[in-house]
């Protein structure tokens, strides 16, 4: 049995497959006629989704479509105007920061830009949930040396941030993301700023994850990316297009 | 963010890990340093100036309320008959001790200071000045007065309140005045923490948002920041206070010439006022900082 961060690789597929078996019974992130204005305008109208545990979505759609600020709902940073958005069958409107914070380490996201605190070495970075939420690091170094491994980052891990290259930043924050074994994983145009064959490393990660049990939700506009996964893992491509959220076309 | 001591005082907490989220910012912490070590260094003076005051008031008080001066301003043969009958009257009245005529010598040590010390007093028409030591309780001013106007028509009765209350008002409000202005450096210093708390905080927005991405709470982002400013805080007032006890020492010791001056120091239980204003700027610098951190982190929520 694999340990990536808190993950056990075995138990999480076991894991995996009862949920698969028993879709239905709990869900990861509930969007209910959900809409959200900024500005004035409607950015997102009428959404409705459920994402099931151990699910890997893609959400594509034309830049400035609102891909990003649909995550940012899914993950408590923003609250919709209307609707609810229920986060591990807790809606998200009744909770204050500190709630959502809590909920949050539930939720692990890997942006396109990659924010790290440049002043704190890679490692420190990927163990950065562990150390908020209070947990003692000691025992998990094994851990984090492991997952750090996972991610081809082992060589860096007395880097700081800004000295690594495109491809170990969203490997660095993937491995920030998981090291807490959240129940699922939130991605923002995780490729946008890396060449192919990073990216196709990336995805390799992203798919054991959710092989492992893990539910993915990927934020992307490269097809290539998701034709690359479809090969790999059953997913399902969404596409938010004039602000409401569709099932994308077979051709995908 | 609501104000609550039990989750503020958890922020003191030594925590290395949290410590090291926020990076070191120079200009806050040398803005934050400087300003606790300016406002503790104050704070010693206006509390000396407060004590000093104080003990002024007191002293006034005390010594000056039970005495009083009767002067016999009489025709020149006429000052030593006035003045024995005024000291017999004297001498009968309740609530007087003693009563003593002043001699030549102790009247021209008394004009001394103004006129010099070769003042012809002999030649001058000087009323005679008889000093009276009085009870705690005092005597009855009005009835001597009367009694005195028969016995002694040129003796004039001062029983310094005229002058005394003013000096004593002047004193105790200069006392309120060392009071105020501990106040006022007080607030001025949570004025000037929460500018540089302020200043770190949007300086590190970055760092808040990497932060809340991770699942940190809104105490642990701002415990980071407490901790760091009330730290310096404390080390700039124990510099302040270090620095303002060595000060009053530099100014000369007193005597009676400088008067009150050179009694700016600080004496008995003043001492625990003193070592009490580092951890009392510590304190002032958390609570400021614990207030602009959570108005800060609600803006950027």
Request: contains cysteine; glycine residues 8%.
């Amino acid at each position: 049995m694999c340990c990536l961060g808190r993950i056990e690789t075995g138990t999480m597929l076991r894991h995996n497959s009862a949920e698969r078996g028993g879709r239905g019974k709990t869900t990861v992130i509930e969007l209910e006629n959900v809409a959200y204005s900024y500005g004035g305008g409607e950015l997102l109208t009428d959404i409705t989704l459920t994402v099931q545990p151990g699910s890997f979505h893609f959400l594509t759609g034309p830049s400035g479509s609102g891909k990003t600020t649909f995550l940012k709902l899914c993950y408590g940073a923003l609250q919709a105007t209307s609707g609810h958005v229920r986060l591990f069958n807790r809606d998200v409107r009744g909770l204050g920061r500190d709630d959502v914070a809590v909920l949050r380490r539930k939720v692990g996201v890997v942006h396109q830009d990659c924010q790290f605190l440049d002043h704190l070495p890679v490692e420190e970075n990927v163990a950065l949930p562990l150390a908020v939420s209070g947990q003692d690091a000691g025992g998990d170094d094994a851990n984090l040396k492991e997952l750090l491994a996972w991610v081809g980052l082992t060589a860096r891990a007395d880097a700081l941030p800004p000295e690594l290259s495109g491809g170990e930043r969203q490997r660095a924050a993937l491995a920030r993301a998981v090291i807490m074994s959240p129940e699922v994983i939130l991605a923002d145009e995780p490729t946008g700023n890396i060449d192919w064959e990073m990216s196709q490393r990336l995805l390799t990660l992203l798919v054991e994850l959710n092989r492992m049990g893990k539910t993915i939700l990927v934020a992307t506009h490269d097809l290539g990316l998701i034709r690359a996964a479809k090969a790999q893992v059953q997913t399902r491509v969404l596409r938010i297009s004039n602000r409401r959220l569709q099932t994308a076309g077979a051709d995908l | 963010m609501k104000f609550d001591f039990r989750s503020t005082a958890q922020m003191l907490r030594f925590d290395e890990k949290a410590d090291r989220v926020v990076p070191p910012t120079g200009f806050t912490a040398r803005l934050t340093l400087f300003s606790a070590f300016a406002m503790a260094f104050l704070a010693v003076f206006a509390l000396a100036l407060s004590m000093a005051a104080g003990r002024v008031a007191e002293r006034w008080g005390e010594e000056l309320a039970q005495s009083s001066t009767l002067r016999i301003s009489a025709p020149a043969g006429e000052v030593a008959a006035q003045t024995d009958a005024a000291l017999r009257v004297l001498r009968t009245t309740p609530g007087i001790i003693d009563a003593r005529a002043l001699t030549l010598e102790e009247q021209r040590a008394l004009l001394a200071p103004w006129f010099g010390d070769d003042l012809p007093i002999d030649d001058l028409p000087l009323p005679q000045l008889i000093d009276i030591s009085e009870t705690e309780d005092g005597f009855d001013a009005a009835g001597l007065r009367l009694r005195l106007a028969a016995e002694a028509p040129g003796a004039v009765l001062d029983d310094h309140a005229r002058w005394r209350q003013p000096l004593i008002e002047a004193a105790t409000r200069l006392r309120v005045l060392g009071w105020a202005s501990i106040l006022l450096i007080t607030a001025a210093t949570a004025a000037m923490v929460t500018l540089a708390a302020n200043a770190a905080l949007a300086a590190n927005a970055q760092v808040i948002a990497v932060l809340r991405l991770v699942g940190a709470k809104d105490t642990y982002i701002a415990s980071a920041f407490v901790r760091r400013f009330a730290l310096r805080a404390l080390t700039g007032g124990a510099f302040g206070t270090l620095t303002g006890i060595i000060a009053l020492f530099v100014i000369p010791s007193s005597s009676d010439a400088a008067g009150f001056l050179t009694g700016l120091t600080i004496q008995g239980v003043g001492w625990v006022w003193v070592v009490l204003i580092p951890p009392l700027t510590g304190l002032v610098a958390l609570i400021a900082t614990r207030f602009a951190a959570g108005r800060v982190l609600e803006e950027l929520a």
